[in-house]
């Protein structure tokens, strides 16, 4: 008997955005794309400035919508996903709303949805614990560095413990280290979960240490112009200094430049360290 394939988390076939059609300010963004995102599998998305990368996060989310072409997540339509919180989001502006406490903030999925307050209580000391900001539970988002305020955002994207999430550059606004540690505290966390995650980042070096898979797209009109799988096992404190995180590095920053004999290729928006 043969196994049935599970469900994908993500099924893009044939997607085209197009904005303002018709028009002459018409702006294609995206031009066939077909990307299909496994169950638990982490995929990021890397391509220069304007490629549609946030365009094609928001067409998954449900905020955008294809001018051609179909989108599957786990095997619904994009607004069925939404309405039934099958995804968590965690978008480059932290969003977080000022008035509320941190912990009222990582609730509020949870309060729209009408869990009782007890269980949103536990699921929120949980998961100030998982980001370590259980000591800042009563404070607000201005009182907290950019990068606390970042890690509360990403608390609240996983307190409904979503099959997939859905991450545009959240790490952006982080010194380095800082970074690093949300790196492994995600890829920590996906693994718990088995939560599939689809993220945008500028970083070759953060898409290849996160990634099972980095889809690599062209210049605008953005198409998928190369897919690089990643085969690192466990990531520990060594990866970043392994000789298979170089190479691999080195196949997407290929992938990005088009072909290899050319390094000086613009790469307008990646960052290359
Ligand atoms: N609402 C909109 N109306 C018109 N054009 C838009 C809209 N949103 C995005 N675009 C255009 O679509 C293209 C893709 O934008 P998008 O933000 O998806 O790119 P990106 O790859 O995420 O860029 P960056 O890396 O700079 O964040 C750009 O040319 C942008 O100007």
Redesign the pocket.
Known sequence: MTEEAPIPAVHLSAVDKT??AGTSAS?T?LEGIDLTVAPGEFVSLI?P???????LMRIVADLEQPTSGTVAVFGKTAKQARVDQDYGIAFQAAGLLPWRTVRANIELPLELHGTKKAQRRARADELLETVGLTDFANHRPEQLSGGMQQRVAIARSLAEQPRLLLMDEPFGALDEMTRERMQGELLRLAAATGCAVVF?T?SIPEAVYLSDRVVVMSP?P?RIAEIVPVSLGERTEDTREAGDFFAAVTAVREALRGHPSDPDAPLR?VDLR
């Not at 400035?49 to 365009?55: I, L, R, V, Y």
């Open positions: 904005f303002g702006v963004a391509g400035s304007g490629c549609g990368k946030s365009t945008v500028h605008r953005g928006g």
